[in-house]
């Protein structure tokens, strides 16, 4: 939480802070879980495009295409 806080106040490591998160879930056993969890973390930044790019990866690895392509749709209209 640590590190997560010290991203928020550097705008830009957010962004990075999402990937890297993003890449070590979607390696889990329990994908779902896996994307429940991140769906905690990163409430307070719904509107981080980068957010919802790393959403949408987990989503497609945990088998929601439909969530999948709503993340990304959302992360494209907050970035286009």
Known sequence: T???AKA???RASLDEFY???ARSLVRAADKPGALALFDRV???DAELAEARLAA???AH???DTERAAAEA???QALNP
């Open 61 to 63: 690895a945990a088998g």
């Open 19 to 21: 990937q890297q998160l």
């Open 8 to 10: 928020r106040a550097e």
């Open 56 to 58: 949408a990866a987990l």
């Open 73 to 75: 749709l959302k992360a």
């Open 42 to 44: 990163s409430a307070p």
């Open 2 to 4: 640590q590190r997560l």
